[in-house]
């Protein structure tokens, strides 16, 4: 997976919480982001924070910010959209905050058939196209999520074959 020579400089704030093991190292999850980015046509620059943390941390947070008391896999919370009119032409944009919960994302990983890394990829994309506006509460915003899931899942390289979205779990579980 390398960008293209048209790509847009984006930049990532990540971060590690002591102690938590990520499942993807720092050159992937950029890259990673970089492709949802360039899949949705966002061609401003974006600034995205990435923070891998425990399940007791995500669990804070999701308290906090969804009033869920339980933690999750992955947490986003949207700052600006690239299509703000107030920003100037070619200005950053600060897109928003992807949380990952990595010891959550492996336990619930052999539940739905995968690598503790693919469900982490699929998380990471999950995120992103939240942090882009989609969502998945309804059926129909829920079918078009998990296409552009597939679609840019499948430009990742994963560890199995088939890395096919099933947002159900997202709309039925504790996740967002």
């Known amino acids: 997976m390398s960008r293209g020579e048209d790509s ?15 499942l993807l190292g720092e050159d992937e999850l950029r890259a990673d982001c970089d492709l949802v980015l360039s899949s949705e ?21 999701n308290r906090s910010w969804r009033n869920v008391d339980a933690p999750t896999d992955v947490i986003s919370l949207e700052c600006e959209s690239p299509s703000d009119p107030d920003l100037a032409p070619g200005e950053s944009c600060e897109l928003g905050d992807i949380v990952l919960a990595p010891a959550y994302i492996t336990r619930q990983a ?32 829920a079918e078009v999520m998990e296409a552009r899931e597939d679609e840019i899942l499948s430009r990742i390289k994963c560890d199995r074959a088939v890395c096919h979205v099933d947002l159900t779990r997202h709309r039925d579980g504790d996740t967002q």
């Open 8 to 22: 847009v400089d984006n930049s990532y704030d990540i971060s590690v919480e002591a102690g938590v093991t990520p």
């Open 41 to 61: 046509g966002i061609e401003r620059p974006c600034m995205v924070s990435i923070s891998i943390v425990s399940d007791e941390r995500i669990h804070e947070l």
């Open 110 to 141: 052999n539940d739905f058939n995968t690598t503790p890394e693919d469900e982490c990829r699929l998380l990471l994309v999950h995120g992103m196209l939240h942090l882009l506006g989609y969502d998945h509460l309804e059926d129909e915003e």
